[in-house]
C-alpha cells in the first residue's frame, strides 16, 4: 500500500471527527435485522454470534450472510510475509505475549475513559469477568495462530463475527438510549467508534515494545514491523479505516502517546473492570500470591501514572522493581561509564516468572467454559506444544 511514512494527518482534530464514525459496513447489516424484527432479532443475531464456532451458522439473516461474503477477503496491501512473520512472533514468544496482553493491554484499554464505557455496558466484566477475558483470549489466538488469516483461516471468520458484534452494540445501546437519555452521552462519541477500535488494535500492538523490554525479552526491529503489520491487517478486517491505520513503527509509538494524551483518565468504570480483571487473574493463578505477583507486575509493564489512574494496588516489590533498576543504572554508568546491561539482564528475575505464571493462567482457563452454550476455550495443539502447556 502506497502512503508516505509520517503523513497519517492524525491531528486532534482527524481523531475528534473519528470518534463520531461507526463501521458503515458492518452496521448496515444489522440495520437490515433491525428492519426486519427490532431490538429482540439483534439480541439473537448477538447471541447466535457468541454461541457457535462454526465459521457461518446457517440461520443467520440474509444480509449478514452478504455481509459475510463481502468481507472475508484481505486488503490487497496485506503482505502475507509479514503476517507468517508476525504470527511466528506470537508463536516463539507467546508467553510472554499473552502475559503483556493480559497485565498491559487490557489495563491500559481500561484508562481510557471514554472508550471504557461502552466496554463497561456490553461486557460486564464485573459479574461476566471469566466468558469476557475468554473471549477475548480466544479472539487473539485465532487471528495471531501462524495460519489463522489464510484463505480458510479461522481468524478470518472469528474476526467477521467481532465487527458484526461490535455493530449491534452500537445500535442496541442507540436503541436503548432512547428509553435511558443517560445510558451514553454524546460527547463521548459514537459507541465502538473509528478512534477507539483504532487505538484497541495499537494497544494489542504495542505489547512488542515497552512491556516486553520490561519482560526482558526485546523484540527485533523486523519482528515489530511484521506484527504492526499483522494488527494492521487486523484492524481493516474489523473495519478500521485505511486512514487511521499507521504502517511505521514510531509513527505507531508517536499515535498512542496522542491517544494517551487525549484519553487516558481516570474513571469508575475503568477502575471496575480493572478490579474485576485483578480478581480474575488472582482466581485464575491460585499458585501465586497475588500481591506480590500481580499488581507489581501490571505496574511494571504500565508504569505507575496509569496504574494509579486504575487503582492497581501499590506493593512493595513494584517499589523493589524500580529500586534495582536504579542501583543497576547507577553502577554500571558510575563503575564502567556506561548503561551496561541490557534488559535482559536487569530484568532477569522478573522474566523468571513468565513461563510458570502464564502457563497456569492458560490452563486454569482450560479447565473453564465461556458460559452458556458457548464453546470451551480453544488452544491449537502446536501452540499448547510449543509453549509446553498440557490441555
Known amino acids: 500500500m502506497s502512503r508516505a511514512i509520517g503523513d497519517s494527518g492524525l491531528t486532534n482534530a482527524k481523531l475528534n471527527a473519528m470518534r463520531k464514525q461507526g463501521d458503515p459496513v458492518a452496521d448496515r447489516a444489522v440495520d437490515a435485522v433491525f428492519e426486519d424484527g427490532g431490538v429482540s432479532e439483534v439480541n439473537a443475531l448477538l447471541h447466535k454470534l457468541v454461541r457457535v464456532d462454526q465459521p457461518v451458522p446457517a440461520e443467520l439473516p440474509e444480509a449478514v450472510q452478504r455481509y459475510l461474503e463481502d468481507t472475508v477477503d484481505l486488503p490487497e ?160 478486517q474489523l473495519g478500521v479505516r485505511d486512514e487511521l491505520l499507521v504502517f511505521d513503527v514510531a509513527e505507531a509509538d508517536a ?24 480478581l480474575l487473574l488472582d482466581q485464575l493463578t491460585p499458585g501465586h500470591t497475588f500481591d506480590k505477583t500481580i499488581p507489581p507486575l501490571i505496574r511494571h509493564l504500565i508504569g505507575d501514572k496509569t496504574a494509579d489512574l486504575l487503582l492497581v494496588p501499590r506493593s512493595n516489590l513494584g517499589g523493589d522493581v524500580r529500586r534495582i533498576q536504579c542501583i543497576t543504572n547507577w553502577f554500571f554508568v558510575r563503575v564502567f561509564g556506561n548503561p551496561g546491561k541490557s534488559d535482559s539482564e536487569r530484568y532477569g528475575f522478573v522474566s523468571d516468572i513468565v513461563r510458570p505464571f502464564t502457563g497456569e493462567l492458560l490452563r486454569e482457563m482450560f479447565k473453564l467454559e465461556r458460559g452458556g452454550e458457548r464453546a470451551q476455550f480453544a488452544l491449537p495443539d502446536h501452540l499448547a506444544r510449543s509453549w509446553e502447556l498440557s490441555k
Open 255 to 278: 499515535l498512542i502517546d496522542l491517544i494517551r494524551r487525549r484519553q487516558f483518565r481516570a474513571s469508575p468504570e475503568g477502575q471496575d473492570m480493572t478490579r474485576a480483571l485483578l
Open 77 to 236: 496491501w496485506a503482505d502475507m510475509d509479514k503476517i507468517a512473520r508476525g504470527q511466528k512472533l506470537f508463536e516463539t514468544m507467546g508467553l510472554q505475549i499473552t502475559l503483556c496482553l493480559f497485565c498491559a493491554s487490557l489495563p491500559s484499554a481500561y484508562a481510557a475513559a471514554k472508550a471504557v464505557k461502552v466496554l463497561y455496558l456490553t461486557a460486564q466484566l464485573d459479574t461476566n469477568a471469566r466468558r469476557r477475558v475468554m473471549e477475548t483470549a480466544q479472539f487473539l489466538f485465532d487471528v495471531l495462530n501462524p495460519g489463522g488469516l489464510d484463505e480458510n483461516g479461522v481468524g478470518r471468520r472469528t474476526i467477521q463475527k467481532i465487527r458484526l458484534m461490535h455493530a449491534a452494540v452500537r445500535r442496541l445501546i442507540q436503541e436503548r438510549s432512547q428509553q435511558q437519555p443517560n445510558l451514553w452521552r454524546r460527547h463521548w462519541g459514537t459507541p465502538i467508534n473509528q478512534e477507539d477500535l483504532a487505538a484497541t488494535l495499537l494497544v494489542f500492538w504495542f505489547v512488542v515494545g515497552e512491556p516486553m523490554d520490561h519482560l526482558g525479552t526485546p523484540v527485533l526491529a523486523e519482528d515489530k514491523d511484521a506484527y504492526l503489520h499483522l494488527w494492521n491487517v487486523i484492524g481493516h
